[in-house]
Every structure is written in C-alpha cells, then in structure tokens.
C-alpha cells in the first residue's frame, strides 16, 4: 500500500513524518496516520475529536502544525527533486553534492546549493571566462607570493587590453565562485542572523508627517532580537517614506563578513596575492553580496513578524469568539450615534428582529424624554432582559441614558442587564450582501443595531457572519501576508464553531458553513431543506439533504446537536457511530438513556476498559461517558461583564491612580489592550500584567477577559493610556524598566469608535421614576 504522506517516494514520506513528529512531540507513525486521514478529505477537527485511536491523540494544535508544515515540506521534497533533476541533466551530479542536497532542510539552503548550476543570464563571470581569464584567477590562488599584475601581464590579448581589464575579469569570475559558494553563504548568512543590527532613521523632512513613528527616528537594535510589532511598525513607516531601514554588520564587526569571504579565498598572509585577494573579499561583500544578504534579513524578519502577528491576531479571535454568551433572552441592541440618532433593534431569544426604532437623545434633537419612552416601551412589549450598547462614538452617552432610564422602572420589576458590547465589523456586516438577503427591507444602520443585540446573546453564532480580519483584534493585520492570515483565521473560527458545536435546526447558514464536513454550499442546502420540511428530528435526517452522502455526514454529524429529538444522544457530542457503544454503557447502568444523561452518579462505578472493543477504543470510551455526564455542553465560559466607572466618559476624566474595570479587547505580544470606557484603549504592557515575570501576556489575560486595573500614565495629545494589573500601581515595573521603547503605541484597528464625530462629555439627564415608570410597570402587567 502507498504510503499517504508521498505518492512517490517512500523514504520522502519517512523522512518527512520523523521530521514534523519531532517538532510536534508526536511519534512518526501519528503523523503518517493523520497526514492519511487528511489527504483522504477529514477535517482537523473531526480527526482531533472522533480518531484519537488512529492518530493517537494528537489534539487540534498539532493536526494545525502538522498541516500547515506538511504543505512546506511537500513544497520543499518538490523543489529538491527538482534541483537533482536540473543538475543531473547537465552532467554535473556529483556523490558529495547529491548528499548536500539531500541534507538540506530549509528551502534557502536548497537554493545555496543550487545557485551554481541554476541557468542564468550572461554575467561578467562567463564574460571573463570566455576571454580566457579564468587561468588567471587559479593562478593567483595558487600562489599568493607572485603580483597578481606580473601574472596578469601574460593573460593580454585583443579582448583584454590591459592589466586592468585582466584582473578585473579574474575579481569577477572570484567574486561569483564565492557568492555561490553554499557553504560561505550559509556561515555568512548564519553570522548575519546573529549579529547584524535593524537601525531606522527618519527621512529629514517627515518628522512631522510620522509623528505617531516617533519611538523610531534613531533607532537600533539587534536583528534576531526585534519583537514583531517593532518590526511591522518600522516596515509601515518605510513604506509611508518615514523612514529609512536598513540591516548591517554592527559597528565593530563591521569588517567581519570581509574577513570570511578573505578566509575562503585563504588570504591569509602578506603577500601581494594575499593583498589583493582581500581586496576581492572586500569587493565580494559590498557589491554582491551585502545587498543581497540584508535583503534576505529584511524579507526573514518580515516573515517572522508576519507569523508572530498573525499567531497572536488568531489567539485572541479564538478567545473572542469563545466569549462567554449571555443566553437566550430577549435582547435590546442599540448601535450609538450623535446627530444620525442611537439605533434600536430588539431581536427574541432565538436573535430573530422584532421591532427597530431610532432614538435622538443628543444634539441636534436633544429628545431625552422621547428616547427615555422608545426605550421603555421596546422593554415593556417585548419583555427585554439584556440591553446591548455599542462601544463606538457616544457610547458612553447612551450608557448613561440607559442606566438613568432602568432607574426609571419600579425596584419591585426585574431590570433588564446593560451590557456595552463591542461593535467591531458590526459595519461590516451591515453593508454585506448576506445583511442584505437576511434583513432586504432593514435600513442598513439598523442592520448594526441587530448584530450588536445578537453578538451579546452568542457571540459565535454572530461573529461567524463577518469576516475574521474585520473583527479587528489583530496587529498591523492589513500590513501581513493576507493569503496566510486568512487560512490561519478560517481554521481558528472552524476550531471554535465545531467546538461547541451547532443547534441544527436553529443555526444559520453562516454558521453552519464553518462545521466539519459541510462548507457554504452544504449549509445552504441544509438551511433550505429545514425551511422545506420543517426542523430535523434526527441526525439520519441529513442524508436527505441535497448533495450531503454518507462522507459529509461522518465529518459533520458528531458536531451538529438536535434538542429535543427522537434520539436523545443527537443533542450530545457522541457521533452516530459510536451509539452501540454509549447504549452498551446504558444499558450496564441499567437504566433508561435519559435517565443517565446529565446524572454523573448514574455513571459511577463504571470503567471505560469494560466498553473497549476493535473499533472504538480507550479515548472514545472515555469522552463518551464524559458526554453523557454533562450532554452538549459548552465549553465558553460563565457569562460576565465591565462596568464602567460613573463620571469616567474621556480620556480626559482620567487621573493616575484611578481604578477602574474594564474589557480586554486585544492581546498583542506586548501587553493587553484595556477598554475602560473612553473610546480609546488603554496598554497594559507585558511588565504591568501581574506581579512576577510575564513571558506571554496570554498566560494572564485574554480578549474577553473582565479585569481591574490602575491608570499610571494619560498622555491626552497622543491618545495613550498607561495601566497596571499589579497590586503595587505599577511602582516596581516603573523602576525595573529603563526605556519606553519597550511600549509602543497600538497596533492595528483594534476595537474603536466608529466614525470621527465630536464626542459629548455631557450625558443627557433624566427625570426621577414617575409617570414613565408606572406606564410602563402597568405595560408589564397587561403583558
């Protein structure tokens, strides 16, 4: 049988397995049997969760690894296939260089090694060859006591001229052996990663124009060494013409690279061969190869902060995507606005719209009765429990509006819970063709209002309909690779969703897109067949969807629930295959299946090792009984929320030593992004996040997270809010730290205030309970 990792080369498919079970902690024959699972169409999270047995337990982080580097190394085994082609139909293959290539691991070395015998362009090497001056250049080499200009005069003829024109050929035909010499450009490019330094200097000029690159103007700091955010910040201000970036030998190492170039020439001594080899070196380096290896750094570290950005931008859309959801109840979604008026959008508990209204509370209108009874009366008729307020431009205005009109509704009637939620991409959606075919009759400004009242009841169920970059908790996202952020991100949402798991007949086709197994097209079929024939009672049901056979439904199945249902296990996790299994574990409890579901002492007593047969092992035992313990359970947590200081609406309300609560809204690898209620985030640098060492700020705080901290800097001019989580205010981390380079300003369009209008500081007034009050209490009766 073919091995599944190479069509073509078993000793390939060996030696790539070993190579991604080494950097994955796994065993060689996990990867071979994962990469055969995925090549044959499985996805990562239906191997990670229904074949534990056959990959042994690799989780969903290592099938994404084993992914993504299987996809290079393929590449990789292509490219050097290849090359030994290449070399070998020009009669050059030689047993030491087969074993270089064979040895290369990285797809630079590959080329190294390639570069002498890769088809090229008349150079001034051949040129020099052609004209007979590659004896010339030997002869130097070999004997480095003579004049290089005595040997030349011997090598004149009708296209060498003179001297001078001789050496020069020889320089050339030198300089090209050592710019391809593998070996020489694998140490140098070696050094370079470990010792050149990124310096960035300001184009005179542009101080003004780059002010917000200021930390940058004069700028230095070792290659290996620079964080990803650094990184991106310099390459935008280069691109913008702010500034100028360069990669170098440090100062006094500057002559090192001519130096390994002069000891591969083995210029070594003082005689006048020796001196004008280093010459050589030195001419090596500047013209050839200088450019060429600070372009291979800039591009190295580009990549490198690319991934480190995207690694940290899918980190917190994870977390943000698994935020706790407030539940099924009624929700009020109010989408804030100055003179354009609050938008109001009330959806029931399953997020279906029923009714919108738009409120002028502020200027020009200044309607704060008006808006004080819309509000009431949307909470009275639909019996509202949650109202959602957007974090955008006045938000906290009709915050307070909202908590001066619930203060208007008797203390005897349950309130409804204010929440301010954050509205990033809720634009986005608005103007999407698919708010369109949802709502076709909805004005798009009111369209916000519904996804900013949906995202508080699930989050998941409504983030899943915008685009991943448009959510907006990402560093520099517009500036990296955007094919590979997109794949990074589409796997990130397709972990979420499927861990959780999806209601299937109340799920929308967004959201059923992204479970295992089905993509756009099947969740579209499987959406029109509901509202054909009304809610699915079973999950064997779906094979009477259009184009869904038996190889969608295994992938898809197990994550997909049914409350309610003929079959009381199609609301749990446990895949329709394993059902004999989980009825052999009833049916020893001796009890009905329903009985046993959600009841964890009805499972005591019982041992996995009893339910272990050929085809469902140790692993699926166990998960299945855990399933039945806790059915479809949701693994986000206990829902939670900020509240914001009162008084505190502006950056300019704040005062160092204030402490106050807040949302995280974004983790970069500097810090955590703090939304304190004043349109613009606060940094709570990586130093400030707790009182010991932090390496990662992920292992403090994620997005979503609710947390205390202290303000210790407000620079209004600049927009930057300084804050600490340690108990000490921050005292210790300001004496530890040396230099603010280490803080720099946010990155990317994180979370923020939609549009540029002119913020309020004033929030309207309301008048005590009264007259509203009682109407709406008397509403509430009658309903």
């Known amino acids: 049988m073919e091995d599944p990792l190479d069509k073509t080369a078993p000793a390939t498919a060996a030696r790539i397995a070993s190579r991604i079970a080494e950097e994955i902690g796994a065993r060689p024959q996990q990867v071979t049997a994962a990469v055969g699972l995925l090549d044959e169409g499985a996805t990562v999270p239906f191997v990670a969760r229904y074949r534990k047995e056959v990959t042994g337990g690799l989780d969903d982080t290592q099938l994404r ?39 290369a691991d990285t797809k630079a070395q590959l080329e190294d090694i390639y570069l002498p015998y890769k ?93 917000k690159f200021s930390d940058y103007f004069a700028h230095a700091e070792n290659w ?75 591009s190295d570290m580009r990549t490198r902060a690319h991934e480190e950005a995207i690694t940290v931008f899918a980190r917190n859309l994870k977390d943000l995507l698994l935020a706790a959801p407030a539940g099924t109840k009624a929700t ?79 203390d005897h009637v349950k309130k409804p819970q204010k929440v301010v939620v954050s509205e990033a991409g809720a634009s986005v959606y608005s103007a999407s063709e698919l708010a369109a075919k949802e709502f076709p009759g909805l004005d798009v400004s009111l369209r916000g209002a519904v996804s900013i009242a949906r995202r508080l009841q ?27 952020l997109s794949k990074s991100l589409e796997a990130v949402v397709e972990d979420a969703v ?68 003929a079959e009381p296990l199609d609301a749990s996790s446990v895949h329709p295959e394993a059902y004999g299994v989980a009825r052999k574990i009833v049916t020893a409890c001796g009890r009905d299946l329903r009985d046993i579901m959600g009841r964890p002492e009805a499972l005591k ?34 829902f939670k929320t900020a509240t914001f200081a009162e008084g505190v609406d502006q950056i300019t309300d704040l005062k160092p030593g204030m402490v106050l609560e807040g949302t995280v809204t974004n983790v970069a690898a500097f810090g955590a992004f703090v939304d304190i209620g004043v349109h613009q985030d606060g940094l709570v640098h990586v130093s400030q996040l707790a009182d010991r060492f ?45 230099s603010r380079d280490a803080q720099p300003r946010r990155p990317g369009p994180g979370p923020k205030p939609r549009g540029c209008k002119p913020q309020h500081s004033a929030g309207p007034k309301s008048d005590a309970p009264g007259a509203l009050g009682a109407a709406l209490l008397n509403a509430m009766r009658k309903k």
């Open 65 to 103: 690894t084993l992914a993504d580097r299987l996809s290079y190394l393929r590449e990789l085994e292509d490219r050097r296939a290849a090359i030994v082609k290449s070399i070998d139909s020009q009669d050059k293959m030689t047993d030491a260089l087969a074993r270089s290539i064979a040895q």
């Open 224 to 298: 290996s060494k620079v964080p990803s955010h650094r990184a991106l910040a310099m390459l935008r201000a280069a691109n913008e013409g702010i500034l100028t970036v360069e990669v170098t030998p440090p100062e006094d190492a500057a002559e090192r690279p001519v130096e390994m170039i002069s000891a591969q020439l083995h210029a070594s001594g003082n005689g006048p061969g020796d001196q004008w080899l280093r010459k050589v070196a030195g001419w090596t380096w500047r013209v050839k190869l200088s450019l060429s290896m600070t372009l291979d750094l800039m």
């Open 119 to 211: 088809p090229k362009r008349r150079t001034k090497a051949m040129i020099a060859r052609e004209r007979g001056l590659e004896p010339l250049a030997e002869a130097i080499l070999g004997d480095h006591g003579k004049d290089p200009e005595a040997l030349a005069q011997t090598y004149l003829n009708a296209e060498v001229a003179d001297v001078k024109a001789a050496l020069d050929g020889a320089r050339d035909i030198l300089t090209e052996r050592m710019a391809e010499d593998a070996d020489l450009l694998g140490r140098l490019r070696g050094w370079m990663q470990r010792e050149a330094v990124l310096s960035a200097k300001v184009v005179p000029g542009k101080e003004q124009e780059g002010a």
């Open 458 to 484: 699930d989050p998941l169920a409504e983030l899943v309909k915008i685009e991943p970059k448009s959510i907006g908790v990402g560093q520099y996202q517009h500036d990296v690779d955007q094919h590979r």
């Open 694 to 738: 932090v390496k990662d700020p992920h292992e403090v705080v994620k997005a979503g997270d609710v947390v205390k901290v202290t303000v210790t800097e407000v620079d209004v001019p600049r927009k930057r809010i300084g804050l600490t989580m340690r108990k000490d205010g921050g005292a210790s981390a300001k004496q530890e730290r040396t």
């Open 332 to 410: 009020l979604g109010l989408d804030p606005g100055i003179r354009t008026g609050v938008k109001a959008a009330v959806v029931d508990a399953t997020g279906k719209l029923l009714a919108t209204d738009t409120l002028y509370p502020f200027q020009p209108k200044n309607d704060v009765r008006g808006a004080q009874q819309g509000i009431l009366a949307l909470i009275a008729k639909h019996g509202v429990e949650l109202i959602a307020i957007g974090n955008g431009t006045a938000s906290r205005e009709t915050e307070k509006l909202v908590a001066d009109t619930l203060k208007m509704i008797p």
């Open 605 to 638: 007593g019982l041992r996995a090792e009893q339910f272990v047969d050929d085809t469902f092992g140790l692993p699926t035992v166990r998960d299945i009984l855990s399933e039945l313990e806790k059915p479809g359970r949701d693994p986000r947590p206990t």
């Open 498 to 565: 499927n861990a959780v798991g999806v209601d299937l007949n109340t799920a929308s086709a967004p959201l059923l897109a992204h479970v295992s197994g089905l993509g756009a097209s099947l969740a579209e079929a499987v959406v029109a067949h509901r509202e054909t024939n009304g809610a699915f009672t079973s999950r064997k049901e779906l094979l009477k969807v259009s184009r869904l056979g038996p190889r969608a439904f295994e992938q898809c199945a197990g994550f997909l629930r049914i409350r309610d249902g």
